[in-house]
């Protein structure tokens, strides 16, 4: 898991977002998760920046412990995720939704 190599500090920034979000649903946990994540590695390069992003995505995603994707904005995040177990279940949702897919894999 990302998140148990996070720093204390990371992890302390990931568990309150996490505690925020739980009572959200994915529209507005998409919002908030893409607008908190874009500012991570401001100081990196543009490449390592995504990466640093996609990194802070991921570990809310894992401390999020969904057990299936079930909404298009949920499949958008877990699409960004670095772990292949997270783009697997959204692209399962995908396949399930293939109306969806261009409009969801476009963004």
């Given at each position: 898991?990302?998140?148990?190599?996070?720093?204390?500090?990371?992890?302390?920034?990931?568990?309150?977002?996490?505690?925020?979000?739980?009572?959200?649903?994915?529209?507005?946990?998409?919002?908030?998760?893409?607008?908190?994540?874009?500012?991570?590695?401001?100081d990196?390069?543009?490449?390592?920046?995504?990466?640093?992003?996609?990194?802070?995505?991921?570990?809310?995603?894992?401390?999020l412990?969904?057990?299936?994707?079930?909404?298009?904005?949920?499949?958008?995040?877990?699409?960004?995720?670095?772990?292949?177990?997270?783009?697997?279940?959204?692209?399962?949702?995908?396949?399930?939704?293939?109306?969806?897919?261009?409009?969801?894999?476009?963004?």
């Open positions: 898991m990302l998140y148990e190599r996070l720093n204390p500090e990371m992890k302390e920034t990931v568990d309150s977002y996490v505690t925020r979000l739980k009572a959200l649903d994915w529209g507005r946990r998409a919002d908030l998760l893409t607008n908190t994540a874009q500012p991570f590695g401001e990196l390069p543009s490449d390592k920046a995504q990466i640093a992003a996609r990194g802070f995505i991921t570990a809310v995603l894992e401390r412990a969904e057990a299936e994707v079930t909404d298009p904005r949920q499949a958008m995040l877990y699409l960004a995720s670095l772990l292949p177990e997270h783009r697997a279940l959204a692209g399962r949702y995908l396949d399930e939704h293939p109306e969806l897919r261009s409009e969801i894999e476009g963004v």
